[in-house]
């Protein structure tokens, strides 16, 4: 059921989502708290969004996209929206995937914040993993980051920031999810600077045969023009068959990108 009060809060006790195949996603204790007055001033904020318990039993049936004859960018462009977006708080303390969707049971939790509005993007992520340790006789769960974000790609302020970090054990979620479940994932991303000129830097590695280190510029002088140039190396021998992998060495990179209207 509905709970209130109406407007500026809503609650629902249940929900579910279904296709042809059933139901694929049940969410429980949503709760969504937003400030009414705020698109006074152009600007759509939620003070909080949340749910007690997120259940992915599987992905939900889709339908083929039709071929698109358009060039695909590089790099991505940010929406423009009629008003400003404001999430102050992001919390999911139970999320729930079944085997269906990465392969193995998993159990995470999530909290964040984002912001969008004509000067850029900002967010806030904060994804990890739980799994249960028993030793001793006793039981204990062990908290594991998988994924952590924290970027200001604002480029109507002048700047951009950004700190990824990528943390995926042998055989875990995010291992299977990007179809290495035998390795252990390590990938840092940073950049830092004036929007015209920030430094990039990607490295990580994914155990033998698997690695890439890169640096250089991203420049984005406002939301609808972007840019970057890298340029060094990576290894994917690891991607290979064991019978070429010997024949594969480290590959130099070099791109230079953009969209500049």
């Keep these: 059921g509905l709970e209130g009060p109406l407007p500026g809060r809503l609650g629902i006790a249940t929900l579910t989502l279904a296709d042809a195949g059933g139901v694929w996603l049940e969410v429980e204790q949503a709760r969504l708290l937003w400030?009414?007055?705020?698109?006074?001033?152009?600007e759509l904020r939620i003070a909080e969004l949340s749910a007690g318990r997120l259940v992915l039993h599987r992905l939900p049936a889709g339908e083929s996209a039709p071929p698109s004859d358009e060039s695909v960018s590089l790099l991505p462009d940010l929406p423009t929206l009629p008003l400003s977006l404001r999430l102050e708080r992001l919390t999911l303390p139970r999320i729930e995937l079944a085997e269906a969707v990465v392969g193995i049971a998993t159990l995470l939790h999530a909290e964040g914040r984002a912001a969008l509005?004509?000067?850029?993007?900002?967010?806030?992520?904060?994804?990890?993993?739980?799994?249960?340790?028993?030793?001793?006789g006793t039981r204990s769960v062990i908290?594991?980051?998988l994924i952590v974000i924290q970027a200001e790609l604002r480029p109507g302020t002048g700047r951009l920031t950004a700190q990824v970090t990528l943390r995926g054990e042998q055989g875990g979620p995010l291992a299977r999810l990007v179809g290495l479940p035998d390795r252990a994932l390590a990938f840092d991303l940073t950049l830092d600077?004036?929007?015209?000129?920030a430094a990039l830097t990607l490295r990580g590695d994914a155990g033998e045969g698997i690695a890439i280190d890169?640096?250089?510029t991203l420049r984005a002088p406002d939301a609808q023009r972007l840019g970057a140039r890298i340029e060094g190396s990576a290894d994917v021998a690891g991607l290979l068959p064991p019978t070429h992998a010997p024949l594969a060495g480290r590959l130099a990179l070099r791109v230079d990108a953009g969209a500049m209207p």
Excluded at 193 to 197: L, T
Aim: no cysteine; proline share 10%.
């Design 35 to 42: 400030r009414p007055a705020a698109l006074l001033q152009w």
């Design 117 to 136: 509005d004509p000067w850029g993007l900002s967010l806030a992520l904060d994804l990890a993993g739980e799994r249960r340790e028993s030793a001793l």
């Design 143 to 145: 908290s594991a980051p």
């Design 193 to 197: 600077g004036p929007s015209e000129h």
């Design 214 to 216: 890169i640096a250089g």
